[in-house]
């Protein structure tokens, strides 16, 4: 806890992912978002962790959880929340919405398809072998993931080939109405780390210092050696998406977890116990990243969403387009 601007831009951070989220589900309520809203509300630390190790170069595919990963990969705000607010100013022009955010130039982008970041990211790793560069490619996977044959797939191969592969499980508990202990043949998804001869480790990720530092050792590794894992244990906050009726768990797991287990919640108390932040800086970060969001808010809601006429555009890519009569 010695370098206060450390700590002080990490609890920014986190705060700001959190109000980011917060302003996208006004969207849902005023419908100005359609479709099915996934928030990592509750999942800021891992996120913020991730944002210190990663690097500009390197890649970064998410999941249907994707928001805090776009923060974390550089994604700058305003082009990201018009894009889930399915705006013509968004990363893909409005056509991609929340799920399928892509940004070629910062090497991110999502799938919908749960598991389908592993191969994704796994392409990027054996691409910087090829190129022989010392970038490294992150995977970011919930729980639920790790049961897809494209789990053992990738970690296999990225192994075999000893890519520069970090693959990050947040570990949330849930898997829609699925709990992880039903769901896992092994009671840590960590352990699996020892069936493909690479590092794995388990962290609390809701502390940011601490799954700060675990990413840290799978970089180095996956940079010197090959591939790690790291799994990160929090708590899904909210619904499986926004509408979900969530009556699959009890309403007091979620009292108890929502009280004991919110990162931004305990990192503000632990900077202002610890003398770290008084309260009254506190809150003033706290009011200037809202206003920060608010003002990002106002611009989207202002934005026009995309053509009608354009809705077939982007459908397909071809790679014979001009060289066919
Ligand atoms: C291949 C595939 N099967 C099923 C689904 C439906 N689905 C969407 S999210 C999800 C659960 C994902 O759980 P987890 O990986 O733990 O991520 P979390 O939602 O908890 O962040 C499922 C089964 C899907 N999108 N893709």
Partial sequence: MNN???????????????????????????????????TAIGQEAI???????????????????????????????????????EKETGLCGGFGGHMHLFDKERRFSTTGIVGASLPVALGHAYAAKLRGDDTVAFAVIGDGSVNAGGFHETMNMASVLGLALVVVIENNEWAISVPFSAASSTAKLAERAVAYAIPG???????????????????????????????????????????????????????????????????RAQLRDGGMLDEATLERLESQ??????AVLAQVRADKQPDRSRAHDHVFASGLKGAVA
């Fill in 289 to 294: 990243v809202s206003a920060e969001i608010d």
């Fill in 47 to 85: 996120a913020a962790a991730l944002a210190e190790n990663i690097r500009e170069g390197d890649a970064l595919a998410s999941t249907h959880r994707n928001h805090l990963h776009a923060i974390a990969k550089g994604i700058p705000l305003y082009p990201l929340m018009a894009e889930i607010f």
């Fill in 201 to 267: 480790e388990r962290v609390d990720g809701l502390d940011v210092d601490a799954t700060s530092q675990a990413i840290g050792r799978a970089v180095a590794h996956a940079r010197s050696t090959g591939p790690a894992l790291v799994e990160a244990m929090c708590y899904r906050f909210r619904g499986h998406y926004e509408g979900d009726l969530d009556l699959y768990r009890s309403q007091s797991e979620k009292t108890d977890r929502t009280t004991t287990k919110d990162p931004v919640v305990l990192l």
């Fill in 4 to 38: 206060p601007e450390l700590w002080r831009d990490r609890y920014r951070l986190m705060v700001l992912m959190r109000r980011f989220e917060e302003a996208c589900l006004t969207g849902v309520a005023s419908r100005e978002i359609h479709g099915e809203l996934h």
